[in-house]
């Protein structure tokens, strides 16, 4: 499986950007994607997770109401809807797939098996 991470940008605080995880080889069926962020200067962090067959969606504290991912199944890829942007969002951010992961796992980069190159957002204030 091959990922690849688009749509990054510079936007000021406040704004929107939505980034786009597109996927190549086989199926995503069962594959759990997951959004992960890397600020200047600090470790990986969890963003955001979905079940490629499910509705259910997993988004860390810091951007829960902000930042929104879904995922078109017919066309292979799942997007991050980011609003109400802030500084603190600058990071590179990277999508990553698993088929065998427990939702205990989700937020724990260890757990996933795929990743894509990232792409930088930089939010300015």
């Known amino acids: 499986v091959q990922l690849q991470a688009s749509g990054g940008g510079l936007v000021q605080a406040g704004g929107s950007l939505t980034l786009s995880c597109s996927a190549s080889?086989?199926?995503?069926?069962?594959?759990?994607v997951g959004w992960f962020r890397q600020a200047p200067g600090k470790g990986r962090e969890f963003v955001a997770a979905?079940?490629?067959?499910?509705?259910?969606?997993y988004y860390a504290d810091s951007v829960k109401g902000r930042f929104t991912t879904s995922r078109d199944n017919a066309k292979k890829s799942v997007s991050l809807q980011m609003n109400s942007l802030k500084p603190e969002d600058t990071a590179v951010y990277s999508c990553a797939a698993s088929r065998t992961i427990i939702v205990s796992s989700y937020t724990n980069e260890d757990a996933y098996a795929y990743w894509g190159q990232g792409t930088l957002v930089t939010v300015s204030s």
């Open positions: 979905i079940r490629w067959n499910s509705q259910n969606t």
């Open positions: 080889g086989r199926t995503f069926n069962n594959y759990v």
